[in-house]
């Protein structure tokens, strides 16, 4: 049995349904299951990681756990100090404890390249920490990292493309050189789905990433040419972050909240440590360009993009 929690984001909806499409027995985990749609096959279950209710029951006669949980809402008033890292560090405990009581064989989690050599911010801190935590409590678990994920519904992509549409005049900050390998999101799917069956990812920490090696600054022009519009670049001096964040939160309908913690992964080259993972899954991962146009083809096919 393969335990997917965050079923109702966006990973967690996209995996369900490539392990659903292989006949897997399958229970999605939810903190509110009646948001999830019901499906042949697919037991949905409710718990609450930060509580820790409903994990016994979910994670019983569970061999693979997926954990695609991130804490970048807007803090309710019970949460210490209103700091997303802490909740995720009390949230993967409580998971990783119970986990390990229930017998789990492997804890599968997506979390995000760190950059290589320097201090990093604490959103990128805190995906490291949950690694930890998991790989800790279950040994046999496997840790992927991922930069950007391209895809209809990734808030990084959705975030870079509505910049693009609804600005003439791009301002790129000083984060505009540094680089990336930003990974198709059929791609990282594929990694996830194959893990239980690939015995030499077990224990192990992979990064995750597309062919292409960018600057977002390159990203970012290479999206207005796939929407098919010409936009002004505007090179700044500076990064200014925490300002930023505020004006592009504006700009693209999303919180301050979600929006600064992707822009300061921004402020760092995030390149895969090695091609480990691709080596070992055998898979040929897609180009920037391919995976693009087909993210803003399915976006399109359900919601207008104005630019193009």
Known sequence: MDLVTGATGYIGGRLIERLRAEGRPLRAMARRPE???PLHGVEAVPADVLSGRGLEAALDGVATAY???????????ADANGDFGARDRAAAGNFARAAATAGVERIVYLGGIV???????????????????????VPGSTAFRASIVVGARSSSFRLLVRLVERLRVLPFPAWRDNRTAPVFERDAIEYLARTPETPDAAGRSLDVAGPDVLTYGAMIERIADAMGVARVPLRLGLTQTPAASAVVAAVVGQPVELVRPLMESLEYDLLPRDRDAQRIF??????????????????EATEELAAR
């Open 35 to 37: 948001r999830f749609a």
């Open 67 to 77: 954990y695609l949980i991130h804490s970048m809402e807007p803090a309710r008033a």
């Open 115 to 137: 950059p290589h050599g320097t201090a990093i911010s604490p959103h990128l801190a805190s995906r490291l920490e949950v690694e930890n935590i998991l790989m800790d409590a």
């Open 282 to 299: 055998d898979l040929r991962p897609h180009g920037f360009d391919r995976a693009v146009e087909h993210a803003l083809r399915e976006w």
